[in-house]
């Protein structure tokens, strides 16, 4: 079913709600993402920041509440029918498909109803060697993931979404355990992805990092909104430093070291 939409606004989240018997995880959750924009969602640990993103990609169904992505009503869709719709999702944990190539990796998901076509037209070796190089994992290709390091895990996880031709992607902790080298080569690569219109949400606890690439932040404690603006607005709200922040709120725009 579609519904009318502002036809800047890719995602649309209503009055989003997940029980899980007592609680409330995700409690009446809102908010927009504009073409072209980049989300960051930040909070403590247990905010229900992964389990809103599993309500939006097909992982869990809502108790309450509609997602619209691009006109569409994908409320409670299974996460391949998500995916047909343009919305991909990387993966907290970099552990993508053991005993499998990044070439094999990148095939399986150019497979999928969305990107198909394309695929057809380019040939599959074309399409995964456009992806490859945008990631930098051409000399990877024939590597199998068990011989890949942390940040070329997150980078192949990143590829696997991107093979499946997507308007919006949801990227949950892509910086994690990374090194700050390998933080600038990702976020690199998600600035180029935003350039050719890569519309991003994006779930991370390095917050320097994401600050420097989203265009606003909502901020989550106890499955409720508590803030939500530009990131410069969001670091200074007093219920945001005292639930989240802390000291660190004074640090957030520093260069890196």
Not at 25 to 34: E, G, K, L, P, T
Not at 121 to 148: K, N, S
Not at 154 to 170: E, H, N, S, W, Y
Request: negative net charge; charged residues 25%.
């Amino acid at each position: 079913m579609s519904t009318a939409i502002d036809q800047d606004v890719i995602l649309e989240v209503r009055g989003l709600t997940r029980r899980f018997g007592g609680l409330v995880a995700v409690n009446d959750i809102s908010f927009q993402v504009r073409r072209g924009h980049v989300l960051g969602i930040i909070g403590p640990n247990g905010a229900g920041k992964s389990t809103l993103f599993n309500l939006i990609s097909g992982v869990d169904r809502p108790t309450s509440g509609r997602v619209v992505m691009e006109g569409d009503d994908i409320t409670g869709k299974s996460s391949s029918a998500v995916v047909h719709h343009g919305v991909a999702k990387t993966f907290q944990l970099a552990s993508p498909m053991p005993h499998m190539t990044v070439r094999q990796i990148l095939s399986l998901a150019a497979s999928s109803s969305r990107p198909r076509a394309r695929a057809r037209d380019r040939g599959m070796d074309a399409y995964i060697g456009e992806i490859a190089e945008e990631l930098g994992l051409v000399p990877l290709l024939d590597a199998y993931t068990e011989e890949l390091n942390v940040a070329a895990l997150r980078l192949v996880d990143i590829g696997r979404a991107l093979a499946t031709d997507p308007a919006l992607l949801l990227l949950d902790e892509p910086f994690s355990s990374l090194s700050q080298d390998e933080i600038e080569r990702v976020s690199t690569v998600l600035r180029e992805l935003r350039a050719r219109g890569i519309t991003m949400v994006m779930v991370e606890h390095k917050l320097p990092a994401l600050m420097r690439l989203v265009d606003e932040v909502i901020v989550m404690n106890f499955g409720e909104q508590i803030a939500h603006g530009a990131p410069r607005e969001v670091v200074e709200n007093e219920q945001v430093i005292e639930a989240y922040l802390g000291t660190k709120a004074t640090r957030m725009f520093d260069a890196p070291s």
